[in-house]
């Protein structure tokens, strides 16, 4: 595999990601932020952050099988949440929760958090990207 998570000595080890990964493969893989659509632009979950979560999780490993990947390649995620506020936190981990469980992943890469003011569109309250090594 061409990815190594790792949470060094003297920084704090945070369960739903890992502070930095080594990529030791040959073809880097961008995936363009992912917003809650479905497979027809229609957005999925409207007003439910977990459901769009759940929906820009599935929507970046469908990117990465695309490219012959998984979330075992990624070395970084970056999430931008419209709106962003801590109490909010729970329902963007079970989000995260529901979408490993459905993709079969346990993969917990750097991530980046970022409250924004907006996104593309009112409706999306979520869009993650990702970048993945590969052999």
Known sequence: MAITL????GLPTIDVYHQAAVATGSRTVYIAGQVSW???G???GPGDLA???EQCYLNVATALAGAGATFDDVAKL?????NWTPDQMPLLLE???RA???IGTTATPPATLLGVAALDVPEHLVEV?????LD
């Open 6 to 9: 790792l949470n060094p000595d």
């Open 51 to 53: 459901a769009q979560v």
């Open 129 to 133: 990207e990702a970048v993945a090594v």
């Open 38 to 40: 479905d497979a027809d």
């Open 78 to 82: 970056t999430v931008h949440v419209a």
């Open 95 to 97: 989000g995260v929760r």
């Open 42 to 44: 229609a957005t999925v």
């Open 100 to 102: 490993t469980a459905k």
